[in-house]
Nanobody, 123 residues
Framework: QLVESGGGLVQAGGSLRLACAAS????????MGWFRQAPGKEREFVAAVTWSGSSTYYADSVKGRFTISRDNAKNMAYLQMVNLKPEDAAVYYC??????????????????WGQGTQVTVSS
C-alpha cells in the first residue's frame, strides 16, 4: 500500500515536498516513481528512483527543479519540488515497480499506486 502526503496550494516559484509511505517488507526491492495527472490530460511520468537510489530519472519538464529520493529504512519516497509553475498543478501519484531500466517511465509497468495528492500552483 502506498500513501502520499504533502500536497497543497503554493504560489508560483514556491516549493513543496511530497512524501510516499509504503507498507510491506519488500519496499526496498521496488523502484519508486512519481506521476501526475492534470484535469483533461493523461497521467504523465515525473520522476523515478531505483531500489538503491543510485539511479534517478526525470521528465524533461521537471529536470533541475524536482528531486526524487528514498529512505529504505523508513519505507519512504519523496519528491522535492522547487520553483513550481502553474503547469505543475495536478494530482501527484507515487507508484512502485520492479522495473529498473529506462522503461521505468512507463506507467503500465507499475504494480502499485497510491491514491494521489493534489498540488495546486497559483500564478
Amino acid at each position: 500500500q502506498l500513501v502520499e502526503s504533502g500536497g497543497g496550494l503554493v504560489q508560483a516559484g514556491g516549493s513543496l515536498r511530497l512524501a510516499c509511505a509504503a507498507s510491506g517488507r519488500t519496499f526496498s526491492r521496488y523502484a519508486m516513481g512519481w506521476f501526475r495527472q492534470a484535469p483533461g490530460k493523461e497521467r504523465e511520468f515525473v520522476a523515478a528512483v531505483t531500489w538503491s537510489g543510485s539511479s534517478t530519472y526525470y521528465a524533461d519538464s521537471v529536470k533541475g527543479r524536482f528531486t526524487i529520493s528514498r529512505d529504505n529504512a523508513k519505507n519512504m519516497a519523496y519528491l522535492q519540488m522547487v520553483n513550481l509553475k502553474p503547469e505543475d498543478a495536478a494530482v501527484y501519484y507515487c507508484a512502485a515497480t520492479l522495473e529498473h531500466t529506462p522503461l521505468i517511465r512507463r506507467p503500465d509497468l507499475y504494480d502499485y499506486w497510491g491514491q494521489g495528492t493534489q498540488v495546486t500552483v497559483s500564478s
